[in-house]
């Protein structure tokens, strides 16, 4: 069945950048309408930051990412990246890729709109 994998997690310091990358295997990522990224710190619900259509590569963000992450879709790699600057310890979570077909930009923050996870990668950011 078709896999997806997070990489490129670690800790960092405030103010400082990691790129996740979430490569699908088996399946184009084309297969998908949109994928998306999701985050979930400890006691605290999965919050969708950021999406992207596969198609157009048009991306939709979450205002508390806004400005900071980049989505982007690699057609050699098949791999749908996310580019986070600016990091604060707030963003400290488990950072989780998905695929699917959400109905809207809207709805592709939202975690019922995705049929396919990854595992997560931990993310930390120190202050």
């Known amino acids: 069945q078709v896999q997806l994998v997070e990489s490129g997690g670690g800790s960092v310091q405030a103010g400082g950048s990691l790129r996740l990358s979430c490569v699908v295997s088996?399946?184009?990522?084309?297969?998908?309408?949109?994928m998306g990224w999701f985050r979930q710190a400890p006691g605290k619900e999965r919050e969708g930051i950021a999406a992207?259509?596969?198609?157009?590569?048009?991306?939709y963000y979450a205002d508390s990412v806004k400005g900071r992450f980049d989505i982007s879709r690699d057609n050699a790699k098949n791999t749908v990246d996310l580019q986070m600057n600016s990091l604060k310890p707030d963003d400290t979570a488990m950072y989780y890729c998905?695929?699917?077909?959400?109905?809207?930009?809207?709805?592709?923050?939202?975690?019922?709109?995705?049929?396919?996870w990854g595992q997560g990668a931990q993310v930390t950011v120190s202050s």
């Open positions: 998905a695929a699917g077909w959400p109905s809207s930009p809207e709805a592709s923050l939202t975690t019922g709109a995705y049929t396919s």
């Open positions: 088996r399946r184009s990522i084309y297969y998908y309408g949109r």
């Open positions: 992207i259509h596969l198609d157009t590569g048009v991306p």
